[in-house]
Antibody
Framework: EVQLLESGGGLIQPGGSLRLSCAAS????????MNWVRQAPGKGLEWVSG????????NYADSVKGRFTISRDNSRNTLYLQLNSLRGEDTAVYYC??????????????WGQGTLVTVSS | DIQMTQSPSTLSASVGDRVTITCRAS??????LAWFQQKPGKAPKLFIY???TLESGVPSRFGGSGSGTEFTLTITSLQPDDFATYYC?????????FGQGTKVEVK
């Protein structure tokens, strides 16, 4: 059974940094791309970033480019998202999501339960 | 960026109704479209991918169709468990974009 368990969310001041983690199990982690998707309170879904199975290919939404960094440790079956220079509009539930293919891009087939990031002074 | 527009934003329906949700893309995405269901406080769940392929375990009353720029999600006979918000998403070209969501509520 595929399981994705996010952690690392919390309350952070504007301009601060946070690292989110997503522990994966139930599948061959390095064979699949992974994404981060976020959802602001009461709003819709926004794709944030994606990474290929090897970690060699990454992409970002314009809204986070230069501030967020996606990475993965295939030896630990863990996906990361480093969030820097945080702004109020980054407040959201951040979901880790598995892609059906090896590439960073593609159809999301599983989601974690999400971790809440609140940016506020 | 490819814009995804869903209609309606809210749909009021009764158990047993046939329900149709439309998703339009601002440019052709071939069949690279997925539909997700989300319930309050829960993560989204994949229901349909490649525009019309039902994910394993999803009830057969759900169906997807379309290609290019216009797509539909149909529920042939709405059940109590189906009241939720539905999102379409294109995965043809980065950034992968979602529709704004359609909330299916009790009439």
């Amino acid at each position: 059974e595929v399981q994705l368990l996010e952690s690392g969310g919390g309350l952070i001041q504007p301009g601060g940094s946070l690292r989110l983690s997503c522990a994966a199990s139930g599948f061959t982690f390095d064979s699949y791309g992974m994404n981060w998707v976020r959802q602001a309170p009461g709003k819709g879904l926004e794709w944030v970033s994606g990474i290929s199975g090897s970690g060699g290919d990454t992409n970002y939404a314009d809204s986070v480019k230069g501030r967020f960094t996606i990475s993965r440790d295939n030896s630990r079956n863990t996906l990361y998202l480093q969030l820097n220079s945080l702004r109020g509009e980054d407040t959201a539930v951040y979901y880790c999501a598995k892609v059906r293919s090896l590439a960073a891009a593609g159809n999301i087939d599983y989601w974690g339960q999400g971790t809440l990031v609140t940016v506020s002074s | 960026d490819i814009q995804m527009t869903q209609s309606p934003s809210t749909l009021s329906a009764s158990v047993g109704d046939r329900v149709t949700i439309t998703c339009r893309a601002s440019q052709s995405i071939s069949s690279w479209l997925a539909w997700f269901q989300q319930k309050p406080g829960k993560a989204p769940k994949l229901f349909i991918y490649k525009a019309s392929t039902l994910e394993s375990g999803v009830p057969s009353r759900f169906g997807g169709s379309g290609s290019g720029t216009e797509f539909t999600l149909t529920i042939t006979s709405l059940q109590p468990d189906d009241f939720a918000t539905y999102y379409c998403q294109q995965y043809s070209r980065s950034p992968w974009t979602f529709g704004q969501g359609t909330k299916v509520e009790v009439k």
